[in-house]
């Protein structure tokens, strides 16, 4: 969690040294010329003096996003359908040759659909393979809270974030005698980081691709699996936590802009 927190931190540092000092306008009350905001959402954000001439004014946006993922989570792998939601403010002013800072949070919810070919378990001792086929409903879902900031540039826009995140993961193993497959019930979590890219049509539609990667902990104290493999967890056997499991996914998404 301090490293979540300190990564936060600097990423508002960052954006406020970014805009310390803004250039001064000719006229504070003049609005932007048509042809450089005419096609954006309306809404805007100001901060700053007007009076002064420090004013900074800021495009505010909303998106509604649905997509898909391709994730590594230890030995096993996943498809999930991704649903998501994230508000982020935009300069109206341009830096750093022509582009425009943006900086903003997301919360997204993927939706492990089933765990892929060669999927292994993460928390037996003998790393059994997962039941692809057999099993009630999806395979786990998620939610994932990062901060974003980065650039765009006519329409073309790059991303980094960093964040935390929750995934609920519901094994299942096939049985070695008759009736219902065992399951294991379990929590993953931890910091994540990554990075992406995408291009807004017209400012309505925003088509983009992500990298998400970290290291989660499966939480001992949220570990519930089925009686005939309660002896069979690392868990179990440890008394701990396990930690240090690799995560790594990969997204492509398209959302609305509104």
Do not use: C
Request: charged share 15%; glycine share 12%; no cysteine.
């Amino acid at each position: 969690m301090k490293k979540f927190l300190s990564m936060i931190a600097t990423i508002l540092i960052l954006g406020s040294a970014l805009y310390a000092a803004p250039s001064k306008s000719t006229s504070s009350t003049k609005k932007p010329a048509g042809s450089s905001t005419s096609k954006f959402t309306k809404g805007t954000f100001v901060n700053g003096t007007t009076g002064t001439g420090s004013a900074r004014r800021w495009f505010f946006f909303n998106e509604g996003s649905i997509g898909s993922s391709y994730s590594w989570l230890g030995k096993s792998q996943y498809v999930s359908v991704d649903l998501g939601y994230s508000a982020y403010l935009r300069s109206i002013e341009s830096v750093l040759g022509g582009m425009n800072f943006m900086i903003g949070t997301e919360v997204s919810a993927p939706i492990f659909i089933r765990p892929m070919v060669g999927s292994k378990s993460n928390i037996l001792n003998d790393h059994r393979f997962l039941e692809r086929n057999e099993f009630d409903g999806v395979a786990g879902g998620g939610l994932q809270l990062p901060i974003m900031m980065g650039f765009e540039y006519r329409g073309f826009y790059f991303v980094g974030f960093a964040g935390y995140t929750w995934l609920w993961m519901n094994d299942t193993y096939q049985s070695t005698t008759a009736g219902a497959h065992p399951t294991v019930k379990n929590m993953y979590d931890g910091v994540i980081y990554g990075g992406g890219i995408g291009y807004k049509v017209s400012n309505i539609v925003n088509i983009g691709i992500r990298y998400t990667g970290g290291s989660l902990t499966n939480r001992l104290e949220q570990l519930e699996p089925d009686a005939v493999l309660a002896n069979d967890t690392i868990s179990h056997i440890t008394g701990r936590s396990v930690y240090d499991i690799p995560y790594h996914k990969i997204s492509i998404f398209v959302s609305l802009i509104y």
